[in-house]
T-cell receptor
Framework: ETGVTQSPTHLIKTRGQQVTLRCSSQ?????VSWYQQALGQGPQFIFQ???????GRGNFPPRFSGLQFPNYSSELNVNALELDDSALYLC????????????FGEGSRLTVL | DQQVKQNSPSLSVQEGRISILNCDYT??????FLWYKKYPAEGPTFLIS?????DKNEDGRFTVFLNKSAKHLSLHIVPSQPGDSAVYFC?????????????FGTGTRLTIIP
């Protein structure tokens, strides 16, 4: 059973650029969530995808967008990067149906200069 | 608006003693609570959870207590071991919300002193 994998692990961008982060969910999991963890903070919910549709969104602007593919993998896209977007981006997967735990990947650390 | 609060950024405990991590929440709609542990360079890993219909849940060395009237939960680790040194996040959710959105606290860094 493979866990949640994310790529890239680290990347550096400049203000105004665009970034795409990728996530492969744990085998058998059909729901993917993305979280942003700024330094010294807890993870903050960005959005969740189920059956390729967005299923809930946190307090993030529209320049944060996502996709889920038929194999349940997912992408997070951020346009017009700002300095405050520097953070660890965590992907988590689960089988839909609550209660249940989320299985997190190691994260992608984004630095915006 | 911080709906889940962990007021102690750090905690040091002697090996073998009890570690108590605290968490408060403000949203009365939350009815399911979880604790996650995070090591450096790794994603958070699930530790233990509790539904609001219970006031205690135990799993080995880990016990979570929930006081709904005070909107407070705590995680007890006994006995504490060096491998327990990590950042612990409290999280809360609404089980009937339709998605698995978790609201996290800011974390408590636990250091176990050998």
């Amino acid at each position: 059973e493979t866990g949640v994998t994310q790529s890239p692990t680290h990347l550096i961008k400049t203000r105004g650029q665009q970034v795409t982060l990728r996530c492969s969910s744990q085998s058998g999991h059909n729901t993917v969530s993305w979280y942003q963890q700024a330094l010294g903070q807890g993870p903050q919910f960005i959005f969740q995808y189920y059956r390729e549709e967005e299923n809930g969104r946190g307090n993030f602007p529209p320049r944060f967008s996502g996709l889920q593919f038929p194999n349940y993998s997912s992408e997070l896209n951020v346009n017009a990067l700002e300095l405050d977007d520097s953070a660890l981006y965590l992907c988590a997967s689960t089988l839909t149906g609550w209660p249940g735990e989320l299985f997190f990947g190691e994260g992608s650390r984004l630095t915006v200069l | 608006d911080q709906q889940v609060k962990q007021n102690s950024p750090s905690l040091s405990v002697q090996e073998g003693r009890i570690s108590i991590l605290n968490c408060d929440y403000t949203n009365s709609m939350f009815d399911y609570f979880l604790w996650y542990k995070k090591y450096p360079a790794e994603g958070p890993t699930f530790l233990i959870s509790i539904s609001s219909i219970k006031d205690k849940n135990e799993d080995g060395r880990f016990t979570v207590f929930l006081n709904k009237s005070a909107k407070h939960l705590s995680l007890h680790i006994v006995p504490s071991q060096p491998g327990d040194s990590a950042v612990y996040f409290c999280a809360a959710t609404r089980s009937n919300f339709g998605n698995e959105k978790l609201t996290f606290g800011t974390g408590t860094r636990l250091t176990i002193i050998p």
